[in-house]
């Protein structure tokens, strides 16, 4: 009797599901026939109780830990509660208020924008927060190459979508220091606006037509140094994590080896980019369940992601949470949906 409908379930079994799913959002412990049978929304005995209890078992939406008597729902228990019964209500003003306060200065790089939005969005739901940076080739803006000693120099990038980041290169012993102002000025004047693999094959057709104007030391520096920004950009971390200690709240003491494991799950960063990325291929908010992906079937933990939007419409990276199983589900997946949508607003 596994993968019930709820059309299944007859109105009194569909009211005691949904009062066990809400006591366990919100205390995280097992319920019990007694607990539920003094609310007055139900107006049945503890014996009918326990009845309906062990038919939603037997559905395989509830389980009973060995240590307890009450029920808790079971990861099919809460998918079915998610797709079938939560009301989902807009995000509160305030809620909206400091997501959009989190993004409000404009001035700096964009992926500082995504960590405040990621940071806030945290706060607000008590989980850690994510956001996958968004996959697009960058455009150059301006390029410094930076004597460091004799054989190295710090090549500075500027992109256009305001990021910027560092790499060191090595240069011949008795370099010029002119060769490395002149390389800068030719790529901030000459390739501003370009794509890096674009900017490559200018750079590259001039060198091969002796039409560069810049000499030789020079244009092998602007050529190493496009290089190196192009053959590491699949490597760059494409994820950015907020707000892991609020998964080491007092709900999660009793249940510390389940928190490690997130935690390390954590970690894995590329693992975690990979399932948030599946988030882009809808335009509604994901929930992920548990073991339904089987980077958290040890942890036992819950994602709730949304895809958000460029300029020309298309997905360009995804934001969420991820927590134990036990999420308010409600509240929180219209404010994930609401940061996606305040950071689609924010690109364009």
């Known amino acids: ?55 939603l078992e037997e559905f395989g939406l509830l389980a009973s830990p060995h240590t307890s008597a009450g029920r808790l729902p079971t990861e099919q228990g809460l998918r079915l509660f998610v797709d079938g019964m939560m009301q989902v209500a807009e995000p509160s003003a305030e809620d909206r208020a400091q997501i959009e306060a989190s993004l409000a200065d404009g001035g700096g790089p964009i992926e ?53 980041e560092n790499r060191v290169i090595e240069v011949p012993a008795g370099l010029n220091p002119s060769a490395l102002v002149e390389a800068g000025n030719y790529v901030s004047a000459m390739l501003a606006g370009l794509t890096l693999s674009d900017a490559m094959a200018r750079v590259r057709r001039e060198i091969e037509a002796e039409r560069i104007a810049i000499d030789r030391a020079a244009a092998d520096l602007v050529s190493r140094g496009l290089a190196i920004w192009s053959s590491d950009g699949a ?29 390390d799950e954590l970690e894995t960063k590329q693992e975690i980019a990979g399932l948030l990325d599946s988030a882009r291929e809808g335009s509604a908010t994901r929930i992920f369940i548990g073991s339904e992906n089987k980077l958290f079937s040890l942890s036992g933990s819950s994602v709730i992601a949304a895809p958000y939007h460029g300029s020309d419409g298309r997905v360009v990276g995804v934001v969420g949470v991820i927590g134990p199983t036990r999420l308010n589900y409600a509240r929180i997946v219209p404010m994930v949906d609401f940061t996606a949508q305040s950071l689609s607003r924010l690109i364009r």
């Open 1 to 55: 009797m596994t993968n019930s409908p709820i059309t299944e379930l007859t109105t009194r079994a569909r009211d005691v599901f949904r009062l066990v799913v809400d006591a366990y959002l919100e205390t995280g412990q097992p319920v019990g026939s007694r607990t539920l049978s003094k609310l007055a929304a139900l107006n049945l005995s503890p014996a009918s109780i326990r009845n309906v209890m062990q038919d």
């Open 112 to 164: 500082s924008a995504l960590a405040q939005a990621t940071a806030a969005l945290s706060g607000l739901s008590a989980c850690a927060g994510l956001v996958l940076v968004p996959k697009h080739e960058r455009v150059l803006k301006q390029v410094a190459f930076v004597p460091m000693s004799g054989t190295q120099a710090l090549v500075v990038l500027v992109a256009g979508d305001r990021t910027v």
């Open 235 to 263: 490597d760059r971390p494409v994820l950015i994590v907020r707000g892991q200690a609020n998964l080491l709240d007092e709900s999660a003491l009793g249940d510390l080896d389940r928190v490690r494991q997130l935690l």
